[in-house]
């Protein structure tokens, strides 16, 4: 008995120690398990940045293709405006030259102006002096304009005052003829 002892103690021991590695094992499950997950998270973090940046780069190549585009717009109507520039800056040679011609056409014309000028300025006195005496006929005619205007008001309350004793006449005149009456 005591081997049957011996033997289910070495068992019991063996269980125990059985015990002990399995949970161990279950321990270093876990923590596996757990860097699993954190590696896993990880994954998919670095997966959606992976994205992102892969959008970014789509839409970077998609500017850059715009930007070149514009770029040779941009080159081309360049060149247009030289093309431009450079046909303006004849004109503008030819436009000088007409404007000497025409400088000297003016220089003609500003000595016959100067004549007709110094005619303009003895006109201008006499505008003036007919203004002046326009300006003092209008006076005038603004007072009695005014004087007008008073009249009219003073004969408007003068009918008003005739109609008055006009009416009042009427009604004494009619009083006098009931106050015959009643005499007779």
Do not use: P
């Not at 876990?30 to 970014?56: H, P």
């Not at 326009?134 to 005052?161: F, L």
């Amino acid at each position: 008995m005591d081997s049957i002892r011996k033997k289910m103690q070495s068992m019991k021991a063996e269980t125990d120690e059985m015990y002990k590695k399995v949970q161990e094992y279950e321990d270093a499950t876990k923590a596996t398990n757990a860097i699993s997950d954190q590696y896993e998270c990880n994954i998919r973090d670095m997966s959606k940045k992976v994205q992102r940046l892969e959008t970014r780069l789509e839409e970077t190549t998609e500017a850059l293709q715009s930007s070149a585009s514009k770029m040779e717009v941009a080159e081309n109507e360049f060149k247009d405006k030289e093309d431009d520039v450079n046909a303006q800056t004849r004109r503008v040679f030819l436009l000088e030259e007409e404007s000497r011609s025409r400088m000297e056409t003016l220089a003609s014309t500003i000595m016959k102006l100067a004549s007709v000028s110094k005619e303009a300025d003895i006109i201008v006195k006499g505008c003036r002096h007919w203004e002046s005496n326009t300006m003092n006929n209008e006076v005038e005619i603004e007072e009695m304009d005014k004087h007008t205007r008073e009249a009219r008001k003073v004969g408007s309350d003068n009918e008003m005052k005739y109609d008055n004793l006009a009416r009042s006449l009427a009604t004494m005149e009619e009083e006098l003829k009931r106050s015959d009456e009643r005499v007779k």
